[in-house]
Each structure stands twice: as structure tokens, then as C-alpha cells.
């Protein structure tokens, strides 16, 4: 058995990561999802008052939660999750633009963006553990990921990163669906990354999926 802990914006996010990492890999997947937890009944346990999102998940980096996930949940590895459309926020502090501001090559936001999120984990990270940390960094959105699962003609480039939720949300709507941020819904729309070879086709579209099928790849060699 391979055990991932999860540390996501949100669980809508979640569902896609487990059902690629279950198609990924044959050897039996155990999924912990430590930010943010999920009940029994599959609902965000975020208490009243706070919220997930990007904003969470280098908050949680940076704290001594992470010291704690990487210490004490007997996972083999830990998959950070975080979108990229937010990255010039101050908070963020993530260049997507180049000097002439056009958007940089997808791998290019991908790499700035682990080292960005490197930098950002507790001073008492032991450095021996990076190798255990695996990134699932779409750019800009996860909607981006699933969109190319849905419409296999479209290829992901710096040209059409933009608005991929809303792209999802008209593909989904020929379909007489409404695109819902909700686990269940996810779960439905992000049901074929459970088949290897779908997530190969896809990643062969999407340079940002790509480079984390080849993390998870190296990192579960043997399966």
C-alpha cells in the first residue's frame, strides 16, 4: 500500500488528486486528507468562521501543522495542491507575467511556484523530507486539469490558461449539467481520472498535469 496525505485548497480539489493517484498507481492508494479534513460524510470540517483556499494552504506551510503531517500520519508521501491564478497577489508573491506581460511558459510558473511554496514551509522543515513532498500545481486553475479531460482537442498552452472554469462550465452545460463547487459534483466530472490512460492523454495536453504525473511516477517507480 502507498499512503498520500493531501494538502489542497479545497476537497472539490481532493477528489481529482485521489482519482489520479489511483490511476497512477496499481499498487493499493490510501488517501489522507489533512487540509482541509473531510467527515465521514465526505464534507469540508473546516470549523465555522474559517475557510480553505490558497491563502490556507501556505498558511499551513508555513505553520507547525506541516512539521506534524510530515511526522505523524504514516504517509509515505505528501501531495500540496495549490491553483496559480492568484499568484500575483501580494500574499502570494508569484510572477506570472514576464517583463512584457505575457504569461510565462506553464512549466515555468510550475517550477517558481514549488520553490515558492519551498520557501514558505516552517523554518524546522527537515530538508531530508522534501522528497516526500509531491506538488500539483495547475495553471491557473484545477478546472484547467478537468476541462482537458472533458474536451480532448483542447491543448493547454500559455495562450489558453485563462477562464478554464468558464470554458468547464459551457462544455458542461451541452451536457445539461451546471458546474457545482461541490464534492459530489467533482467526484461525477472528475470520475475518468480513475483510468491510466486517460490521464496520459491528458497530461500529453497539459504541461502542468504532465509534471505531476512524472513527480508520482518517480516517486512510485515500481508500480
Known sequence: ????????????????????????????????????????NNDCKVAKGKFSNWESVIQFLKSQEILTAIQNTNSDF???????DMGEHKNFGLDLHDENRKYKP??????????????????????????????????????????????TTHKH????????????QRHLEKKDKNLTKEYNFYRDICRDFRKQKNIQAVAQ??????????????????F
Open 1 to 40: 500500500m502507498t499512503t498520500f496525505a493531501l494538502i489542497t485548497e479545497g476537497i472539490t480539489d481532493q477528489i481529482m488528486i485521489e482519482y489520479i493517484l489511483n490511476g497512477l498507481i496499481k499498487d493499493e492508494v490510501f488517501i489522507n486528507p489533512i487540509h482541509p479534513p473531510r467527515d465521514a
Open 78 to 84: 505528501v501531495v500540496i495542491q495549490i491553483d496559480t
Open 106 to 151: 506553464i512549466l515555468t510558473i510550475v517550477e517558481e511556484c514549488i520553490e515558492k511554496l519551498k520557501s514558505s514551509l516552517h523554518p524546522e522543515f527537515p530538508p531530508s523530507e522534501l522528497e516526500r513532498l509531491l506538488f500539483a500545481i495547475p495553471v491557473l486553475s484545477t478546472e484547467c486539469w478537468i476541462f482537458s479531460l472533458h474536451d
Open 157 to 168: 498552452t500559455d495562450k489558453t490558461i485563462n477562464k478554464c472554469e468558464n470554458r468547464l
Open 205 to 222: 495536453r497539459t504541461p502542468c498535469l504532465q509534471h505531476f504525473v512524472n513527480q508520482v511516477n518517480a516517486a512510485c517507480p515500481s
